[in-house]
C-alpha cells in the first residue's frame, strides 16, 4: 500500500514539475554553445558598453534567450520571476548595486515560448529598452 503512495507522489511531483515555468538563466560560463548569444555580448563588453536595455534572440528549436544588460559596472541583475498572462509576457529582473570586472554586466534568461506582448521590467516595474 505505501508503494501506491509513493507511486501517486513521484506522479504528482514530475506533473507540477512539467507544469511549471518555461524560464531558466544559462550560466555565462555556458555562452559559447550558443553562437549568435556570444557574439550579441562580445558586442556588449566590447563596443556597447554603456547600453542598457534588453535584446531577443532565437536559440534552438524556436526558444528565445533574453539578454538584459545594465549599461553600468556597478549594477548586476538577477532573475526575479516570470508573469505569463494570455496577452502578455513579462520577466521580472532585480537590480543589485554590486561592483563587477564586466564592461557591461548582463543575465542570459532563456524562454521557451513568449505569449502576447513582451516585456522585461525591474522590481519597480520600471522598463527595459528593447534593441532589435
Excluded at 566590447?46 to 532565437?58: A, C, I, P
Excluded at 563587477?100 to 513568449?114: A, F, H, R, V, W
Aim: aromatic share 10%; proline share 1%.
Amino acid at each position: 500500500m505505501k508503494n501506491i503512495y509513493l507511486v501517486i507522489f513521484v506522479l504528482l511531483v514530475a506533473f507540477l514539475s512539467a507544469c511549471g515555468s518555461n524560464t531558466w538563466v544559462l550560466e555565462k560560463d555556458r555562452l559559447a554553445e550558443v553562437g549568435s548569444v556570444k557574439s550579441y555580448v562580445e558586442q556588449l563588453q566590447n563596443e556597447h558598453t554603456d547600453f542598457q536595455g534588453f535584446r531577443v534572440l532565437t536559440i534552438s528549436e524556436g526558444k528565445k534567450m533574453v539578454v538584459v544588460s545594465t549599461g553600468t559596472s556597478n549594477q548586476t541583475l538577477k532573475f526575479k520571476e516570470t508573469d505569463v498572462s494570455n496577452n502578455s509576457t513579462k520577466i521580472i529582473i532585480e537590480e543589485e548595486s554590486t561592483e563587477t570586472d564586466e564592461k557591461n554586466p548582463y543575465i542570459l534568461i532563456g524562454i521557451d515560448q513568449i505569449k502576447g506582448e513582451f516585456s522585461v521590467v525591474n522590481e519597480n516595474e520600471e522598463k527595459y529598452k528593447e534593441y532589435d
